[in-house]
């Protein structure tokens, strides 16, 4: 399928993605101050207005939206790992041969269940952490609020999605109305965490949400057999990309999706991949271009 869009992260934006990861613990980034945004001039800075740098760069990317040609638009992204999940702690317990092997493929081990795998205790208190980060960066550093909420259909995005940003919303005096998404869920493999809920129970534990038409109420891509390779799965986020920049007017934009999920984001947009740790969010502003 031909490409309608050509996507490039703007890099002098944003604190060293690459750097941080080769520097961190299990080399995943983790939430930056100010979510790394860099403190630096822009062309038609007022010196005597003091304003803080998001505000400096909101106004920057606001400008690039007014002044671009007509088939180029800029979004600021923030990308947020969902919270640590039963998958992950099981994965971690039995090692990756063992798990990719035999534990992976079952629902859970008769304690705890892993399919659609929902949030540790830990993951939970990673979500409400990454909350008050945001709380406190809104009224600190004046970071723009998303202006819409997407998150992949996967329950602990889901969850992860309601504990980060809803009452940040409400307190901001904004609708907590996330948009459901089923391109952005995890790379599909023959991993039962990676298998959804049903488009019922999503509507049953979530119903502010917004799900998109096309969700079918059975996951109809979730295959025991089958495996979606690294370049099935970045044309997929390519897709759900070109969907959203088409049709939404929002410069701010959050997306909560998984660890691959980010990684096949950034090769999209034509970067190098990071990991990213559970239960954090970072920024990145991408320039998209129509080419049809």
Not at 78 to 100: D, S
Not at 164 to 182: A, C, H, L, N, R
Not at 224 to 242: C, F, G, N, P, T
Request: charged share 25%; net charge negative.
């Amino acid at each position: 399928m031909a490409h309608q869009y050509k996507f490039e992260i703007q890099p002098q934006f944003f604190v060293d993605y690459f750097q941080l990861a080769r520097e961190s613990p299990g080399s995943k980034v983790t939430t930056q101050p100010s979510l790394g945004l860099i403190d630096r001039p822009y062309e038609s800075d007022n010196q005597s207005d003091k304003k803080k740098p998001w505000e400096q760069f909101a106004a920057y990317v606001n400008r690039l939206n007014t002044e671009n040609p007509d088939n180029v638009s800029y979004k600021v992204l923030y990308l947020t790992r969902h919270g640590l999940g039963t998958h992950n702690i099981h994965e971690a317990e039995v090692g990756k041969e063992a798990w990719n092997n035999h534990w992976s493929h079952l629902d859970g081990d008769g304690t705890v269940t892993w399919n659609d795998a929902k949030l540790t205790e830990t993951g939970i208190q990673q979500a409400q952490e990454l909350s008050q980060f945001w709380a406190d960066a809104i009224k600190k550093d004046k970071i723009p609020l998303p202006e819409k909420l997407y998150t992949s259909p996967l329950a602990r995005c889901l969850e992860t999605t309601k504990l980060v940003f809803s009452k940040i919303m409400q307190d901001s005096g904004k609708t907590f109305q996330p948009e459901v998404k089923e391109l952005f869920r995890e790379r599909l493999t023959d991993h039962t965490c990676d298998k959804r809920s049903t488009r019922t129970w999503i509507e049953s534990h979530y119903p502010s949400y917004i799900i998109e038409a096309g969700l079918s109420e059975e996951d109809v891509l979730w295959k025991a057999d089958y495996w979606e390779s690294q370049d099935e799965h970045i044309a997929r986020k390519q897709r759900v990309l070109e969907e959203i920049f088409a049709t939404d007017d929002s410069q701010f934009v959050s997306l909560t999706v998984h660890s691959y999920a980010i990684s096949a984001i950034l090769l999209a947009c034509n970067s190098e991949k990071f990991r990213v740790r559970e239960g954090s969010t970072i920024a990145l502003l991408v320039r998209g271009e129509s080419i049809e």
